[in-house]
């Protein structure tokens, strides 16, 4: 089984790149330069953690794992190989913009692109947030999490269990206005988050129902809230704190038409004495997202 330690980078698109400056500097608070093709969003040591590439479509193109090392990376070809997963070798140009040693890529049971990488690039200068944000939560915790679309939903939860060895936090059932229930299963990995990949049964355009990461400090929540508003970014979910996670969070909208979530406080979880549940409501307390249909 792929021993995968965390989420590395996400891959997007956009028509309009300036928009993602805008988004990543001035609401994220995540320092921006300029790459081959678009633009790395920087928010840790790494050199990137968002590759926003200028394109045709506002959309999310792909997820970034990481592996251990090169090891870890040939095992977990090995288990491609074995499980009849057709998998693609990166090539240099690709593991280059990735800022890997090495890259692979492959399509999930509902399309979704996965990339596995090993050696990330980086010259380890310091993260000088442009609007004071002292620190993401990253490191040993990976990026983030993402939240991605899954219509061909139990092949899709078996192949992250059964190949990328992803492990089932929690359990949702989304059901809008009295409809159809679509399941949402919370997965980890190698690391103590709650969460890295949540699974949404059904059909999203933008490829992603949500991007997160996480500041250190409620503080700095308020901070980007506002920064949202003085910006211009479209709110999608208003300031709460979930059941599962207990992040304390709001959502806004990409220029690549997905969500951002912005948290705060997530839970750090010992899986060894961890009890998968199914919750009945998505938050304790606000995450209003009606506003994002306004």
């Known amino acids: 089984m792929v021993q995968i330690r965390g989420l590395a980078y996400v891959v997007v698109e956009t028509t309009d790149i300036a928009a993602w400056r805008n988004v990543g ?10 790459t081959a093709g678009g633009l790395a969003l920087k928010m840790d040591e790494r050199a990137q953690r968002i590759l926003a590439l200028r394109g045709n479509a506002n959309r999310y193109l792909a997820t970034g794992w990481e592996v251990g090392g090169q090891g870890d990376f040939d ?22 913009s990735r800022k890997v040693r090495q890259l692979v890529w492959f399509l999930d049971p509902s399309g979704n692109r ?92 933008a490829g992603c129902v949500h991007l997160m990461v996480e500041v250190e400090s ?6 980007a809230y506002d920064r949202m508003l003085r910006h211009g970014a479209k709110l999608m979910c208003t300031l709460g704190r979930h059941v599962n996670d207990e992040m304390i969070s709001f959502y806004f909208a990409t220029p690549s038409g997905f969500a951002m979530e912005f948290g705060y ?23 209003d997202f009606s506003v994002g249909f306004g």
């Open 75 to 96: 095992r977990a070809l090995e288990q491609l190989a074995r499980s009849d997963i057709q998998f693609h070798i990166g090539t240099s140009a690709e593991a280059a």
């Open 114 to 205: 996965q990339e596995l990488v090993w050696g990330f690039k980086s010259d380890f200068s310091r993260f000088v947030s442009p609007q004071g944000v002292g620190r993401f939560v990253t490191g040993a915790l990976g990026m983030g999490h993402t939240v991605l679309p899954a219509p061909s939903f139990d092949e899709t939860y078996a192949f992250y269990k059964e190949i990328l060895g992803f492990g089932l936090a929690d359990i949702l059932v989304h059901n809008p206005a009295g409809g159809p229930g679509q399941r949402i299963y919370f997965l980890h990995c190698g690391n103590g988050r709650h969460h890295s990949l949540a699974l949404f049964e059904g059909e999203v355009p």
């Open 218 to 223: 409620m503080d700095e929540i308020g901070r």
């Open 265 to 287: 406080g997530g839970r750090v979880i010992d899986w060894e004495n961890h009890v998968a549940f199914e919750s009945t409501a998505v938050s304790l307390w606000g995450h």
């Open 25 to 34: 500097e001035n609401v994220l608070g995540m320092s921006v330069l300029e």
